[in-house]
């Protein structure tokens, strides 16, 4: 009786041609239901639960990676921040010629962990090399909680990584230049090309760091498809803004270390057969920002003007031209 109202249960649910099925195996002295074969009552609701369970698991995977952290988000943006102020107190170093205001010591300052009597250009040098540290550990802190907190797989997680790598490399070009003294007077052409080197690294840690920061503040659903991404022409642009900057900073480096009093002095320096090669070599930046402005401005419009653009970068062509036009 027991076994039949079970059965009975059974077939209100299932129907009745598994229950006559399950009593006829019982009959024959099969003891109910076969080992290799699971009950219909137990089959069905697991295939179900198998399916729902399956479902739910799908859309929490794709919720966990579309989610967006906004206290990753703003430490990533200020890690940029702060490397961004690192690079222009670097500027500042060259500028007032304090790249041997620790000698050619390093990472020690004259020898010292801490000079304790520094002059002006070596307080303003120790202090790059101090913020230069702080922005080590804190990218090495942003690589960490990136990994933490994304899914692997995510941009985020492969920017971070190359903003690690090239902030290791942009330390030791630093230490570097002070070593093989690259630094105060000297106009070498090696180090203008030490210069381009360091200047094309920077580069490329910025581009990482704001990769790295604009991936974590917007949900994976917002990244562009690949079959949409014209990298070719992009790769123009990086390459353009990268050759106006070296040609800009040896421009700087030739009025540096050759300073004109006058404008018709400059002109003379730039057109002369015998002067420096750096001041010859100067002569190309306003022609070479030129070309590269208006491959980005190319690139912004073209962006403003796509149907398929993801979400917010219509605003980030926007920026970029603003930011074109007031360089």
Known sequence: MEFASVGFRGSRRLG????????????AGRAGVSQSTPAPWIEAPAAVCSERYAGRSQTLEMSSSDTVHPRLARFAWTVLGVNLLVIVWGALVRATGSGAGCGSHWPLCNGEVVPLAPATQTLIEYTHRLTSGAALILVIALVLAVRRVL???????????????????????????????LVEDNASLGRAVYMALHLTNTFLLLGALTLTARWVSIPASGFPAKRNLRLGLYWVGVGGAIVAGISGAIAALGDTLFPATSL????????????????????????????AALVMLVLARRQLESHRAAPGAQSDARRLMLLVLLQ
């Open 151 to 181: 899914p692997k797989g995510h941009a985020a997680r492969t920017a971070s990584f190359w903003s690690l790598v090239l902030i290791v490399i942009e330390a030791l070009i630093g230490a570097g230049l002070v070593i093989f003294g």
């Open 16 to 27: 009745a041609a598994p229950f006559r099925r399950i009593v006829r195996q019982a009959r």
């Open 264 to 291: 018709q002095q400059a002109l003379a320096q730039d057109i002369s057969g015998t002067a420096h090669i750096l001041l010859r070599l100067r002569a190309l930046h306003p022609l070479l920002a030129v070309a």
